[in-house]
């Protein structure tokens, strides 16, 4: 099955700094890489999401990009603000089976100091 | 918003009980997505159903069950509760092929005594 890793656990970054956070897959058949935001005690929220057709796709201070042949993606986020602090989660998602199988990462917990 | 609900917000229950947990989607989002998140893990997918049928499932055990009803609303029942079933439990629902956006619920916190 697909095994996605995610680096790194925890980031700390100060304010207007930029994060990036790294994944990688295992499964060749992966096309479809979300990347949600989590708030304590809320639900995963989508904040950018990438195909495998494309290499990069950005939304204001949010980018991702994707490198097929060596199977990883990462996120960028930059002049990073205090309410950017949360639980980051990379995912890859394949429909090989028949049916769309998300596989989440670990998560990055970021803090941004003000 | 995402316009999926989840009920209830928290539960207790004891080892070797059984709960059912419950979700609802918005209309036409006829494909949803159960998952078992443990305290500073990642989401672990546990099933899926399309049109009130399983077609696919994660490395959960039997004891994990669920039903999809035709008014886009689902359940998963766990039985045989186990201390490690403690989690917050997540719903997601899609529109289906080709689109692969998921819209999650806000959970129900398990916790099993």
């Known amino acids: 099955g697909e095994n996605v890793e995610q680096h790194p656990s925890t980031l700390s970054v100060q304010e207007g700094d930029s994060a990036v956070i790294k994944c990688t897959y295992s499964?060749?058949?992966?096309?479809?890489f979300p990347w949600y935001k989590q708030e304590l005690g809320k639900r995963p929220q989508l904040i950018i999401d990438?195909?495998?057709?494309?290499g990069e796709k950005k939304d204001q201070r949010i980018a991702v990009t994707l490198n097929k042949t060596a199977k990883h993606f990462s996120l960028h986020i930059t002049e990073t603000q205090p309410e950017d602090s949360a639980v980051y989660f990379c995912?890859?998602?394949?429909?090989?089976?028949?049916?769309?199988?998300?596989?989440f990462g670990t998560g990055t917990k970021l803090q941004v100091i003000p | 918003e995402t316009g999926v609900t989840q009920s209830p917000t928290h539960l207790i229950k004891t080892r070797g009980q059984q709960v059912t947990l419950r979700c609802s989607s918005q209309?036409?989002?006829?494909?949803v997505s159960w998952y078992q998140q443990a305290l500073g893990q990642g989401p672990q997918f546990i099933f899926q159903y399309y049109r009130e049928e399983e077609n696919g499932r994660g490395n959960f055990p039997p004891r994990f069950s669920g039903l999809q009803f035709p008014n886009y609303s689902s359940e998963l029942n766990v039985n045989a509760l186990e201390l490690d079933d403690s989690a917050l439990y997540l719903c997601a629902t899609e529109l289906g092929f080709p689109y692969n956006e998921q819209f999650f619920g806000p959970g129900t916190r398990l916790t099993v005594l």
């Open positions: 209309s036409g989002h006829n494909t």
């Open positions: 990438i195909r495998s057709n494309v």
């Open positions: 499964d060749s058949a992966s096309n479809y």
């Open positions: 995912a890859a998602s394949s429909s090989s089976g028949g049916y769309q199988k998300v596989t």
